[in-house]
């Protein structure tokens, strides 16, 4: 498996393209067949397989009509509750960040 976090953005994006065509590839699916299913134009299919990158929607539309789309959890697993933040907080459960962590947003002059 490729570690994504030593990756550019743009090497990321052809890592899964090279995925998604070998996945179609395994399927024995046809861009055109992939992209009617999907319900994408086949050029939408090239740019995403090539490397090019795509809308989120379509890569959902894809994973979708590969049966993959359960495995798109995997990017971005549901992070759950700290459970030593959850006692800190009385078992109230976090709703907005409290700040003063990170650099201050600037502020525009009409503010």
């Known amino acids: 498996m490729t570690?994504?976090?030593?990756?550019t953005d743009a090497g990321i994006?052809?890592?899964l393209g090279s995925r998604v065509r070998q996945e179609r590839l395994n399927q024995n699916k046809t861009q055109v067949r992939l992209s009617h299913a999907a319900g994408v134009s086949r050029i939408v299919m090239n740019r995403?397989?090539?490397g090019r990158g795509c809308t989120l929607g379509s890569f959902i539309r894809v994973l979708r009509a590969l049966g993959k789309l359960d495995q798109a959890g995997l990017l971005l697993p549901e992070p759950g509750i700290s459970p030593l933040e959850l006692a800190r907080m009385g078992g109230r459960v976090r709703l907005?960040?409290?700040g003063g962590r990170g650099?201050?947003?600037a502020r525009s002059k009409g503010s």
């Open 3 to 7: 570690a994504l976090s030593g990756m």
């Open 13 to 15: 994006i052809r890592t």
């Open 48 to 50: 995403l397989e090539n």
């Open 96 to 98: 907005e960040a409290a």
């Open 103 to 105: 650099p201050k947003p």
